[in-house]
């Protein structure tokens, strides 16, 4: 296997140096948080990451996540709407207290009429019928009470729902790619920091990053639109090959990641070599000339559960191994830390970190 060129050059190997230069911890939520930053795709959280000094500390590190990648801190959301829900609540709760109250004068109405019927003394026709219509006025106002608490009732409850609904929208939103409609690297993330929530009993699985080869050439040549529906068309692909059980995910730019729930190389392999099968397949024609740009090829690092203590060096490791495979010339899957060959398919490079 060659040696790899520059790993430095790749975001996610960036990242975990500065990570540990800067001794920032290896969770999940702090390699996304250093990895936008490094990304630059988000100018806001740049300028107040740099404003944290060379000392980031975790608490200062989490208000940041809070407020950019708030699926990190789940109660961020409810927090938003919380002032909103407890309003609604307040004004429903001021509207049954009233009801009671209400309830409570009818009912006492009710009881005075008729201790006066049902008293021994002959009554008159006036307060016959002064209490005929007073039953009648206060019963018409319970009619009309009762239509208003049903109506506030039915407006209440669709208040809230909009509340749960838009909740519910803008939690789905923040993990779904735009443009492909795959899992974001966000939905990635928050599944692969669950694989290992029960540190004693990890969750066995294997982790693929693939990356289109030349990527930025093509886009120069398809042009922005184009590239647009390119980016769509492999999404299918990846998408359409990955089993229903695994998770599909675009990260940035060409890069997608497949995150397998086992740890069988074989299995693995199969989707991997699926999915670079059916791109080379793939015919991609230059937008000004309509020649054809040739085959469309797909390099790949994997990196197996086995391999990796934590979800951040399954990440990291992953990264590498794309980065070895990238550097190799492309149209390549690397397999990181493999000590068994017998399994590995014959174009697969096996990267071996090096024992310092």
């Known amino acids: 296997m060659q040696p790899m060129k520059n790993p430095a050059s790749s975001i996610a190997l960036r990242v975990a140096t500065a990570m540990h230069q800067m001794g920032i911890e290896g969770l999940p939520r702090n390699y ?89 003394n002959d009554l008159g026709n006036p307060e016959l019928s002064r209490s005929i219509q007073a039953l009648k006025a ?33 939690a789905q939103a923040k993990f779904i790619d735009p443009l492909t409609g795959m899992g974001s690297r966000r939905a990635f993330n928050k599944a692969l920091a669950n694989v290992y929530a029960n540190p004693d009993l990890p969750v066995l699985c294997g982790l693929a990053v693939g990356e289109i080869d030349d990527f930025a050439k093509l886009s120069d040549h398809l042009g922005p ?60 024609v230059n937008a000004g000339s309509n020649g054809s740009l040739g085959p469309l090829t797909m390099s790949f690092g994997i990196c197996l559960s086995e391999q990796a203590p934590n979800a951040f060096d399954l990440m990291t490791f992953t990264e590498r191994a794309l980065s070895a495979s990238k550097s190799s010339g492309g149209d390549t899957v690397t397999l990181y830390g493999a000590t068994d060959n017998k399994y590995v398919p014959k174009d697969w490079l096996i990267y071996k970190p090096t024992v310092v």
């Open 225 to 284: 639109t184009v590239t647009e529906r390119f980016i769509k068309q492999i999404a299918k692909v990846v998408k359409a090959v990955a089993g229903k059980d695994d998770l599909a995910c675009r990260f940035d730019g060409s890069r997608f990641g497949l995150l397998f729930y086992t740890s069988d190389k074989d299995e693995i392999g199969r989707i991997v070599e699926a999915v670079r099968s059916k791109l080379k397949a793939t015919a991609v």
């Open 32 to 120: 996304e948080l250093v990895y936008e930053a490094y990304s630059g795709s988000n100018p806001d959280l740049v300028r107040e990451f740099i404003a944290l000094g060379k000392v980031k500390t975790q608490e200062a590190l989490d208000v940041l996540g809070r407020k950019y990648l708030p699926h990190h801190h789940e109660d961020g959301l409810l927090a938003r709407h919380n002032n909103k829900v407890r309003a609604e609540m307040s004004s429903f709760i001021n509207l049954l207290n009233q009801e009671k109250t209400s309830l409570t004068d009818y009912g006492r109405l009710i009881g005075d009429a008729t201790k006066g019927m049902l008293s021994e």
């Open 138 to 170: 206060a019963t018409d106002q319970r009619v009309a009470e009762n239509t208003n608490v049903v109506k506030t009732v039915v407006e209440k409850t669709e208040q809230l729902a909009d509340v749960q609904r838009e909740a519910d929208q803008v």
